[in-house]
């Protein structure tokens, strides 16, 4: 998997925890004491030469919070996660954080920009809040550590091979673009009055990057009918797996506090991942929502790669379509997706050679590897497409030809 928003270059683990009853979930009383009282309580001067996730398992245990993992590397590309750092059973304790600890955001339905703007307000507006909130501040990826369609590099587009990607990145950067210079009143009129402060597009883009990538969908509670985003210290730092991998769950007790859990047995050393969304299983929708995208073991196509698929909802289609006797097992799908696979400039072994520098003999002309996040994460992103691609006509031919010798 490739996630250039939680790469931390050389991250050591960090091993702060709090042990938790073994197999089933606790429920906790709610702390009356606001945040800003328990910060207030702690020597800051103790805390000072620690590292950021350091202080940010601190100042959750602090705030009456629950850690049992630790923070580090997960993979040799420097990937940051969580692992367990014992054997967990079923159904315990990972991540708990109380309810105030929570940044509250906007509707679900609002844009990333308006969430943005709401997070920002509250940070501008609230001296003594964001105060309190350093800890996790110091904690998100900093400027050029994250890397989503708010921030895609405009002139580097072209290599995704993807115009409606492209087109679509297009759209949302002229959009935040256009919100902040007031031409979107429906947003907001005027962002300078409304935050108190002037603020620079790329300012304004990291923060919406991180929203975009980052924030979590519950129930609000004065309107259980009503979902609200949230960003959740910690717990954003868990990675993605598809529902099949995940081992972690997450959920709102009765008292509002957030909680992670583990789905089964985990052994000590393994990866703690949740998964974020059911579209995630395709490599365009990680992409251009989450900024990473991954090279699965039976490898899906991408959603605008099915039948009336596209960026944003998932295709009533699926891979099972293809298998004989399936809506999608025709002569015609198959030239479709032999034309699609036809129109790239470039073929996957090309755009593996790129990735990995090639064989001997490129060694030997000279030619290295890309070495640039970016670029690398677009050229893996259509390798990948092309690789499904290949692999679902392989298997459709097959299948039409066990179905022709059938008859």
């Known amino acids: 998997m490739t996630m250039l928003g939680r790469r931390h270059a050389a991250l050591l683990p960090v091993l702060v925890f709090l042990f938790l009853s073994q197999g089933t979930l606790k429920t906790w009383a709610e702390d009356s ?20 996730v350091t202080k940010l398992l601190i100042w959750i245990q602090q705030n009456e919070g629950q850690v049992d993992l630790e923070v580090g590397a997960v993979n040799e590309e420097g990937l940051r996660g969580t692992k367990a750092m014992r054997d967990m059973q079923q159904y315990q304790v990972a991540v708990k954080l109380k309810k105030y600890m929570a940044v509250p955001l906007a509707e679900w339905n609002k844009s ?22 350093e800890p996790y501040w110091g904690s998100l990826p900093q400027r050029g550590e994250v890397i989503t369609k708010e921030l895609f590099p405009p002139a580097k587009l072209g290599l995704l091979q993807d115009p409606s990607m492209a087109a679509f990145v297009r759209v949302h950067q002229d959009f935040a673009r256009n919100v902040l210079r007031g031409a979107k009143p429906h947003v907001v009129k005027d962002v300078r009055a409304m935050l108190g402060r002037d603020i620079s597009l790329e300012e304004f883009k990291y ?17 259980p009918e009503k979902q609200v985003r949230v960003m ?19 959920f709102q007790d009765e008292n509002g506090d957030y909680i992670a859990y583990t789905t089964r047995a985990v052994k000590k050393g393994e990866e703690l991942r949740h998964t974020y969304h059911v579209t995630c299983e395709r490599n ?32 009533a289609h699926s891979e099972a379509d293809y298998e004989v006797g399936g809506p999608l097992a025709t002569e015609e799908e198959l030239q479709r997706l032999k034309d699609i696979l036809a129109a790239f400039p470039t073929t996957e072994a090309e755009d593996e050679r790129l990735l990995t520098g090639g064989g001997w003999m490129d060694k030997l002309l000279g030619r290295k590897p890309l070495t640039d996040d970016v670029e690398r994460l677009f050229v893996k992103y259509r390798m990948l497409r092309k690789k499904a691609l290949r692999l679902t006509i392989e298997r459709l031919r097959a299948n039409l030809a066990s179905s022709s010798a059938e008859l």
């Not at 004491?33 to 950021?52: G, I, V």
């Not at 717990?235 to 997450?250: F, Q, V």
């Open 33 to 52: 004491a606001p945040l800003e009282q328990r910060q207030a309580e702690e020597s800051p001067a103790a805390n000072a030469d620690l590292d950021p």
């Open 284 to 315: 365009d929708h990680t992409l251009f929502h989450y900024g990473f995208v991954q090279d699965l073991p039976e490898p899906k196509l991408a959603a605008q790669d099915l039948p009336s698929g596209n960026l944003y909802v998932e295709s």
């Open 112 to 133: 990333t920009e308006e969430n943005t703007l709401v997070l920002l307000k509250k940070r501008f507006n609230e001296p003594e809040w964001d105060k309190v909130m």
């Open 207 to 223: 923060w919406a990057s991180l929203v975009a990538s980052y924030a979590f969908t519950f129930p609000d509670d004065t309107n």
């Open 232 to 250: 959740l210290p910690l717990i954003d730092m868990i990675n993605h797996a598809n529902i099949d991998e995940a081992n972690l769950k997450l």
